[in-house]
């Protein structure tokens, strides 16, 4: 018998707290709520959940400040972040403080389910670990979410380090956006998802590891094929 998983839902309101709650509970989910940031942010510190769905605004304590406190106690964490506006800027945000996957409201039951689905088959799966990544005047420490360029050091989020360590297990070829999103994000393959989250995180990457962001030696685009690493090894 496999271990039921169990989710936290932090949301204020109340119709899509509840709705979501019995959905998974339907789905063999074990959930629990809450619905205030304070609340939630007991529950997420004190409790063992293996995903957490989070809204962004809640009374109190948002849910940016609970993603980022719940990162520092524990790296590993699951997170989905439910955000109720569809800028670029909120899911930066929110990917930039650890969150794994974020859902636009209003969003389906469906999709949701997808996501949480392929979040948790990650999770579970934990990262496979590369050997450490040698770029052009980059070095990068996959077991330690780390690098440095040149005398500044960098930190790497896990998914970071799960696309770098990807890209460099593949760096005899280019990688499309949905391979990416398949073998890293996990989703399945015959699913049309937006490219954007991918987009976003190469973006992240290269304002990280690259010394002109705009014009990329180590993460290039190889045009109509995807991305590539060029690994020193
Ligand atoms: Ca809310």
């Excluded at 890293?184 to 049309?192: A, D, H, I, K, Q």
């Excluded at 992240?204 to 180590?218: A, H, Y």
């Amino acid at each position: 018998m496999t271990k039921q998983l169990q989710i936290l839902v932090v949301e204020d309101e109340e119709a899509i707290r509840t709705g979501l709650a019995d959905v998974l509970v339907y789905h063999g989910y074990g959930v629990e709520s809450a619905a205030t940031g304070p609340e939630g942010l007991r529950k997420a510190l004190t409790g063992q959940f293996d995903l957490i769905v989070l809204d962004i605004m809640l009374p109190g304590i948002d849910g940016y400040e609970i993603c980022d406190r719940m990162r520092a106690q524990d790296p590993e964490q699951a997170i989905i972040m439910l955000t109720a506006k569809t800028s670029d800027e909120e899911i930066i945000h929110g990917l930039k403080l650890g969150a794994d996957d974020y859902v636009n409201k209003p969003f389906s039951v469906q999709q949701l389910l997808l996501r949480i689905e392929a979040v948790l088959r990650r999770s579970q799966a934990g990262i496979e670990q590369a050997r450490n990544i040698r770029l052009r005047d980059v070095e990068i420490d996959t077991a330690n979410l780390s690098g440095r360029k040149g005398s500044e050091s960098l930190s790497f989020t896990r998914r970071e380090i799960a696309v770098l360590s990807y890209l460099a297990q593949h760096s005899d070829r280019p990688v499309s956006r949905e391979e990416l999103l398949t073998k890293v994000w996990g989703y399945p393959g015959n699913l049309e998802f937006e490219t954007r989250t991918v987009d976003i995180h190469i973006a992240k990457l290269r304002r990280k590891i690259e010394g002109l962001p705009k014009e990329p030696v180590n993460l290039v685009t190889v045009r109509g094929a995807g991305y590539r690493l060029v690994t020193l090894d």
